[in-house]
């Protein structure tokens, strides 16, 4: 049972993030976001720092349970064969993975709830950025032909641990956090992998 104080502060802050800024742009989020399906895309005013998602994915089969995001055998590839910890008891479905008797560690957070409370996708995490609540915020490469970021209370990279999410509609987005690693390196490229495994899998769906 995976216990990781880091990422559960971070899936705590993502929560924060969505209440703190839904508060300061009042009405800002159109009325078809949060009830738009996945396909769609997003109704939210368009911001030229956020590139758009060109083929959205629809991610609301797992919104019960995020863990069968990231397969198995992909899971097992990345070192992590003990099953998923599944989150249900935030706004955003997650799923946590160790490695026993290492400090290696991996979480996945599907972002329903942002895009419920209308701070969905990449965008949202621009607006938290631009609000304050987020103080590290920079461009990661397209995985899969997908955008993504790095973002955070602080960029933690140079001490191994990433996080990294990616916008799969731009209305929605699912961070992948590889903590505990020697490397920047190490960590952003389990991250990158694991956002490569999530995009297949909802290909798939």
């Not at 911001?47 to 797992?62: C, H």
């Not at 008891?89 to 400090?103: E, L, M, V, Y």
């Not at 990294?164 to 992998?193: F, M, P, R």
């Amino acid at each position: 049972m995976l216990r990781n104080r880091a990422a559960a502060v971070a899936l705590l802050f993502v929560s924060a993030v969505v209440a703190g800024c839904t508060g300061e742009t009042p009405g800002t989020p159109s009325p078809t976001q949060g009830t738009a399906p996945s396909s769609a895309p997003s109704a939210a005013p368009e911001d030229p720092n956020v590139p758009k998602v060109t083929n959205p994915l629809d991610a609301s089969a797992f919104v019960g349970d995020a863990c069968k995001l990231l397969p198995a055998g992909a899971a097992a590839e990345l070192g992590f064969t003990e099953p998923g910890e599944a989150k249900n008891d935030t706004s955003n479905p997650a799923c946590s993975w160790g490695i026993r008797g290492k400090a290696e560690s991996l979480q996945i957070i599907l972002g329903s709830g942002n895009r419920e409370k209308g701070m969905g996708g990449l965008t949202g995490l621009h607006k938290a950025k631009e609000a304050g609540q987020l103080k590290f915020l920079e461009p990661g490469p397209d995985v899969d032909g997908y955008p993504t970021v790095y973002y955070g209370l602080q960029d933690r990279r140079a001490r191994g641990n990433c996080d990294l999410s990616v916008g799969v509609a731009d209305d929605l987005a699912i961070s992948a956090q590889a903590e505990g690693y020697e490397n920047e390196q190490d960590s952003c490229g389990t991250a990158q992998k694991v956002a490569s495994a999530l995009i297949k899998t909802l290909k798939g769906a």
